[in-house]
């Protein structure tokens, strides 16, 4: 264990010994005791990944200032997190002002950032170790205090839209050897029923995307018992097509509703994906060395929930290395949406990270939308690498 293992150690020890709320805090400490930096902040990203809100480390004596919000778009703090690298310029009186990526698995959760007088690649490298600690930090505190979900909303939420968020996974990206994969979600002004979910045992990726029918707490609703049939389903060993049969069987017995889905299970050792379409638009595929985005012509069963005589297929699907699949919603192809060349835009975007390019995809769409969106837009973006030894092509960084 070198010196700085036993730093970091000692980082993570004191910030488990604080209360979860104080972990910038700690952080704080730590850089000023080492490098003696002036000021210390945490910025979260929003929900929508459109404004920063800062949380300051006031120093022992200070208050501690209200929070500040910052517009993402065309700043400094933009390039960090697109580019996922540190960034450090002058203050104006002589300091250095060091930006950097908190970030885990993936997941862009904020940026740390730091004013000091000194810096060397020493400090450098060691600030970047701080934020990357601070990532998994946070990651674990959250569980037990609403400081950091609450410094994620820079506007007023709905009951219908904290519902809706509680349903999606914490993270909204998620890297592995063998695939990078990325969501984003554009709530209408009247919430859609719009979800989506992932997660991974130890030989298999498990996706979904589902769009439960109606408007605000009704439709909030409704996604909430597919998420959890869902998740029940997939918690006790359920392929594809059982997952597709108890969430109908719940919508039945429940409730009147139906929703529209698509479900994927992907075997991590081949890319061999397993599906069910249960009324869902049909996903996109780039594939590596081809000009288009395709739509992917699945069979089309009816939505969940549909009381008739009903049957689910189970379809088949082979990823390759450098694949990159697009799940959607309706809502990323209504009226409005609809001056949106999405097969395009994937194309033009292909060489972007999945986190970056979900955001230009649900820009353009609500962009379209003059920022009224009738119905949730929500994508799914997978990048398929292949095995640990494959090529990791579909991650290149952010251009």
């Known amino acids: 264990m070198n010196v700085g293992d036993l730093e970091l150690a000692e980082l993570l020890a004191a910030a488990e010994s604080r209360p979860p709320g104080e972990s910038v805090d700690v952080i704080a400490h730590d850089l000023r005791k080492r490098f003696g930096a002036q000021s210390?902040?945490?910025?979260?990203?929003?929900?929508?990944?459109?404004?920063?809100?800062?949380?300051?480390?006031?120093?022992?004596?200070?208050?501690?200032?209200?929070?500040?919000?910052?517009?993402?778009?065309?700043?400094?703090?933009?390039?960090?997190?697109?580019?996922?690298?540190?960034?450090?310029?002058?203050?104006?009186?002589?300091?250095?002002?060091?930006?950097?990526p908190v970030t885990n698995r993936g997941d862009c959760i904020g940026l740390l950032e730091v004013t000091l007088q000194y810096t060397d690649d020493t400090v450098l490298r060691q600030i970047n170790d701080v934020a990357h600690a601070l990532?998994?930090?946070?990651?674990?505190?959250?569980?037990?205090?609403?400081l950091y979900h609450a410094g994620r909303r820079t506007t007023r939420t709905s009951l219908a839209a904290e519902i809706q968020h509680q349903l999606l996974p914490s993270s909204s990206c998620c890297e592995a050897p063998q695939f990078t994969l990325a969501a984003g979600l554009v709530p209408a002004d009247d919430i859609g029923g719009d979800t989506y979910d992932y997660t991974l045992d130890r030989e298999t990726l498990?996706?979904?995307?589902?769009?439960?029918?109606?408007h605000d707490t009704e439709s909030a609703l409704l996604a909430t018992l597919v998420t959890g049939a869902l998740r029940g389903a997939r918690r006790?060993?359920?392929?594809?097509?059982?997952?597709?049969?108890?969430?109908?069987?719940?919508?039945?017995?429940?409730?009147?509703?139906?929703?529209?889905?698509?479900?994927?299970?992907?075997?991590?050792?081949?890319?061999?994906?397993?599906?069910?379409?249960?009324?869902?638009?049909?996903?996109l595929r780039l594939r590596e060395g081809e000009a288009e985005a395709e739509e992917v012509k699945l069979a089309v069963?009816?939505?969940?929930?549909?009381?008739?005589?009903?049957?689910?297929?189970?379809?088949?699907?082979?990823?390759?290395?450098?694949?990159?699949?697009?799940?959607?919603?309706?809502?990323?192809?209504?009226?409005g949406a609809s001056a949106v060349d999405l097969a395009s835009l994937v194309r033009d975007t292909r060489s972007w990270h999945p986190r970056e390019a979900v955001r230009a995809l649900t820009a353009a769409v609500l962009n379209a939308c003059r920022g009224n969106l009738k119905d949730d837009a929500t994508v799914l973006m997978l990048d398929w690498h292949g095995t640990e030894k494959a090529t990791r092509s579909g991650a290149r960084a952010a251009q």
């Open 135 to 146: 990532a998994y930090i946070i990651v674990t505190d959250r569980r037990f205090t609403d």
């Open 206 to 214: 498990h996706l979904s995307i589902t769009d439960a029918m109606g």
């Open 236 to 283: 006790t060993g359920c392929d594809a097509l059982r997952q597709a049969h108890q969430v109908h069987e719940a919508l039945l017995t429940h409730s009147r509703g139906l929703a529209t889905g698509q479900l994927l299970c992907v075997r991590l050792d081949t890319g061999a994906c397993e599906l069910v379409n249960a009324g869902h638009p049909w996903p």
């Open 301 to 335: 069963n009816l939505p969940f929930g549909v009381a008739a005589p009903n049957s689910y297929q189970l379809q088949k699907l082979q990823l390759n290395p450098g694949d990159r699949l697009v799940l959607l919603t309706d809502g990323m192809q209504e009226r």
């Open 40 to 100: 210390v902040s945490f910025l979260f990203v929003d929900l929508l990944g459109q404004r920063l809100l800062r949380l300051n480390a006031p120093t022992e004596g200070e208050k501690e200032d209200t929070a500040e919000q910052i517009d993402l778009q065309g700043s400094i703090y933009e390039t960090v997190l697109r580019r996922q690298l540190q960034q450090v310029e002058t203050d104006g009186q002589g300091g250095r002002r060091v930006i950097s």
